[in-house]
């Protein structure tokens, strides 16, 4: 491995070990941490897609798409809920701090867009396992569940 890869997997680790602890900090809620993911990954998609059609560059999907998440019930929740209410109780505040975390880390890991995509891919899919497993409009607000050897 070369040291661009070395530096390229530290800086992916240390983005890891500070969003772990910034949502354990912050028992942030599954609905916020899925909403400023969503965010910061449909950005690096639009310049990765731009990247892409500028340089016919391909990349694997497991960068350039969600990746498939398998859930306990494949059925539908049948639960609805009132997007207004849900974004009225969200706290930007503590969405912000999330964002910045991540834009700022990036930006000092020096990752490149692949690499900061495959480093939110999994946190993306972690959050959409557990918004799909949601019974309730109230476990949208119970905090991210991350598993131990995260």
Excluded at 16 to 34: D, G, K
Excluded at 125 to 138: D, E, I, V, W, Y
């Amino acid at each position: 491995m070369s040291d661009g890869n070395n530096s390229a997997v530290a800086g992916m680790v240390t983005l890891q070990e500070r969003m772990v602890n910034l949502i354990n900090q912050l028992n942030m809620p599954l609905i916020e941490v899925s909403l400023v993911l969503s965010k910061h990954i449909a950005g690096l998609s639009r310049s990765l897609d731009e990247h892409i059609t500028a340089t016919q560059q391909e990349f694997p999907e497991t960068v350039t798409h969600p990746w498939p998440i398998h859930t306990a019930d494949e059925d539908e929740s049948g639960f609805q809920f009132d997007l207004e209410k849900v974004f009225k109780i969200i706290d930007e505040d503590r969405m912000d701090i999330l964002a910045t975390l991540i834009r700022v880390t990036l930006v000092e890991i020096d990752a490149s867009l692949a690499e900061g995509l495959i480093a939110l891919r999994p946190w993306e899919a972690l959050s959409r396992t557990q918004l799909s497993n949601a019974k309730s409009p109230g476990q949208l607000f119970s905090p991210l569940e991350i598993p131990e050897e995260w």
